[in-house]
Each structure stands twice: as C-alpha cells, then as structure tokens.
C-alpha cells in the first residue's frame, strides 16, 4: 500500500521557520522523483520545489533562497526545510512522488496545513 505522510505544519509567525517531512511506503523511494507543492483554496496546485532521484533540487521562483528541500533514501524521507516565512505561504502544502522510469506514476500526500500569521 503506497502511502505518503506529510507532517511538521503548524503555526508560525513571519519570519519563522518550520521543517516539512514526508515519509513514504510502498514503494522504492529512490526510483522517484520528490517534491513539494502548494494549493490555496480555489486555486491550482504549484510546485514548490522538486529534487530528483540523485538529488538534484528546483525551486519556484517565489521560495527560492528561502526553502531547502532534500531527501533521505535510506529513511524514504523528503524534507522542506522553510525560512523566513510570509504570510503568503499560508497555504496546504502537499507532497509528491514521480516515478523516474515512468512518469505516468504518480502518488500525492494528504496534505499539511501551514499558517504564516502574527
């Protein structure tokens, strides 16, 4: 059974930090591609930031120099470390694997709320 588990969402003030975990099971983490992606409601989901199988990251514009992804194959991990927070990344942030030798395979998390507000 595939399952992705996002945790580490909360409250925090501007300028805080928090740090995303996604845990994955069911299936060889170091066969996909991980990201991080975001959806305010009534909106579309936009990417984050992705790191690929051998760690190659990509981040959206509007969180780069602030948000570090990375992964942990051995633990079937990724991580969205996020600094200097903003109101604007209030949002729930979701997780995502891809499988690099099939793109047609893809699995999301259940999501994880994260409130930037004083």
């Known amino acids: 059974q595939v399952q992705l588990v996002e945790s580490g969402g909360g409250l925090v003030q501007p300028g805080g930090s928090l740090r995303l975990s996604c845990a994955a099971s069911?299936?060889?983490?170091?066969?996909?591609?991980m990201g991080w992606y975001r959806q305010a409601p009534g909106k579309q989901r936009d990417l984050v930031a992705t790191?690929?199988?051998?760690?190659?990251?990509n981040y959206a514009a509007s969180v780069k120099g602030r948000f570090t992804i990375s992964r942990d194959n051995a633990k079937k991990t990724v991580y969205l470390q996020m600094n200097s927070l903003k109101p604007e990344d209030t949002t729930v942030y979701y997780c995502?694997?891809?499988?690099?030798?099939?793109?047609?395979?893809?699995?999301w998390g259940q999501g994880t709320q994260v409130t930037v507000s004083s």
């Open positions: 995502n694997a891809v499988n690099s030798l099939d793109p047609s395979t893809s699995y």
């Open positions: 069911g299936f060889t983490f170091s066969f996909y591609a």
């Open positions: 790191i690929l199988t051998f760690g190659t990251p």
